[in-house]
């Protein structure tokens, strides 16, 4: 009997419902699955293989829309990509300052990584112009800040509500270095100014309140760039006038999707899974220690490291799960996986409050109001605080109609919790899943029998 029944529809807008139907006598969940590649370090392995000179070939690549819109922008840029697969893509790179001036706009889709990133570079090649947006929600999100410390450097920006939202217009020109004091720790905007700092004159830093991931650094440094990083004050430097050389780039499986298994392994009775090749970068490990500060059975097997990123094969097994305060300089480090702790939480005893996570508001939906409104009416008790959640979990979770609201990381989260609801979950938008995981419904009928 499989643990759960899990069926597709599909409707003509190419919108479909997921509908998890949990067995009344549910089986565990089994099995070694392998989660799709990181799709930060998917991002930058096209970006700067685009921007060095020569070949950059990449294994492992995330095949999600994300990618893809980063892939789509640089062919227009002038870099030549080869058709995307998980196995091999090959990136012949322009070299540094040689983007050429795109026939159309550019579209980053769904991709905040892509439009962020890719404003640092733009801005920074002199006598050409672009332009550049994306879908509804990326045109809602907020881009000010990376125009205002890209403005410091005197770069040339224009778009709606002073400048803040996509579309967005770019006059390429010669920039000058700052040292930017960032009030939020954010990757985005910290490799948006160092891939700025990568073609200005003289040294850029950026200083951030609390440690972000760090796959910028590390890659820029594999592919030749000179970094000084000075980790008691969170601040890294660049050398401007960098020359690039085109690398090869293993690419390991992304811990935020890995983080959706670690918790449907932690809530299902009688689960043991293997999630293999696994990246464990400690900028992104936040969701390994708030899931061990809830009593979660996660083992780090294989420990190994491929092209400079730390790599492992995670076991879970479930277990009972307990209450705790999740908040402060972990969140930089777990922001992407607030959505499926969440879910962790429900299945908690006690009450756990997630603080000092106002980011999630701005994401590709308002995720605290989301995950409140979704989970409740499944049956959960959360609160919404300003920057965060109260979430108080013991309470059975009970099968209903669900929505997305076309946020990849809302429809698997949603998912999985529906694996320990009883009756049905049907769950509206669900393709969003495909954004970052374009497989997740075939893992998920996978481990369920």
Partial sequence: MSAAVITVENQENAAHKLIIQRSPSMLSLQGSIRVPGDKSISHRALMLGAIAEGETQIEGLLLGEDPRSTASCFRLLGAEISELNSEFVRVKGIGLGNFQEPVDVLNAGNSGTTIRLMLGLLASHPGRFFTVTGDDSLRSRPMSRVVKPLQQMTAQIWGRKGNSLAPLAIQGQALKPIHYHSPIASAQVKSCILLAGLNTEGKTTVTEPALSRDHSERMLRAFGAELSIDPETHSVTVMGNAKLYGQKVVVPGDISSAAFWLVAGSIVPGSDLLVENVGVNPTRTGILEALAMMGADIQLENQREVAG?????????????????????????????????????????????????????????????????????????????????????????????????????????????????????????????????????????????
Avoid: W
Wanted: with cysteine.
């Fill in 309 to 449: 990123e730390p790599v492992a094969d995670l076991r879970v097994r479930s277990s009972r799960l307990k209450s705790c305060t999740i908040e402060g300089d972990i969140i930089p480090r777990l922001i992407d996986e607030i959505p499926i702790l969440a879910v962790a939480a429900v299945f908690a005893e006690g009450t756990t409050i997630i603080r000092d996570a106002a980011e999630l508001r701005v994401k590709e939906s308002d995720r605290i109001t989301v995950m409140a409104q979704q989970l409740n009416q499944m049956g959960a008790k959360i609160s919404e605080l300003p920057d965060g959640m109260e979430i108080i979990g013991g309470t059975p979770l009970v099968g209903t109609d669900v929505d997305s609201h076309t946020d990849h990381r809302i429809a698997m989260s949603l998912a999985i919790a529906a694996l320990n609801a009883t009756g049905t979950t049907t769950i509206h938008r669900a393709e969003a899943a495909a954004i970052s995981y374009p497989n997740f419904t075939n893992t998920l009928v996978e481990v369920c029998r």
